[in-house]
């Protein structure tokens, strides 16, 4: 009679590509988080006042125009004057219109300089509004309040 060999079966598994995917999770959503603030750029010093208030939440359909001092628009990586957004608006309102959504239905949110000409802010804003935007936000950085 022969003998026969036992095997020796481990039921233990290898930890090591289940914890890999966990930490490339946890740094996909830390990259996601991040980019929450993504439309702000640090050339642009908020103006303050007691009055500002964090954002409700997020908005469906934002479209975020950065004015510096030089009445310039940061918009989608380029520097552009106030006068010459015409275009890139109307590419915007057409882009949600083709999209089925309505511009006037999208959150536009100016974050002007503190030392930006209040007309250039009305002028930025009057083109917004002929290009069929409706609902605007002006940012500013939120003053501690005294006691």
């Known amino acids: 009679m022969a ?21 490339q999770l946890i740094a996909f959503f830390m990259v996601l988080l991040n980019f929450a603030e993504d439309n702000q750029d640090q050339r642009i010093n908020l103006p303050s006042s007691e009055l500002a208030k964090p954002p409700d939440g997020p908005s469906e359909s934002p479209l975020t ?33 083709r999209s089925k959504k309505s511009p006037a239905n999208a959150h536009v949110i100016i974050r002007a300089d503190s030392e930006t000409p209040t007309g250039k802010v009305q002028e930025l804003i009057q083109l917004c509004q002929e290009n069929q935007f409706e609902k605007f936000s002006l940012r500013a950085r939120q003053e501690k309040a005294q006691r």
């Open 65 to 97: 125009l950065q004015l510096t001092k030089d009445a310039l628009v940061l918009f989608n990586g380029e520097e552009v004057p106030v006068a010459g957004m015409r275009p890139l608006l109307l590419r915007e309102a057409q882009v949600l219109k």
């Open 3 to 23: 003998k026969r060999k036992q095997l020796d079966v481990s039921a233990e598994s290898d930890m090591t590509p289940m914890i890999d995917m966990t930490f």
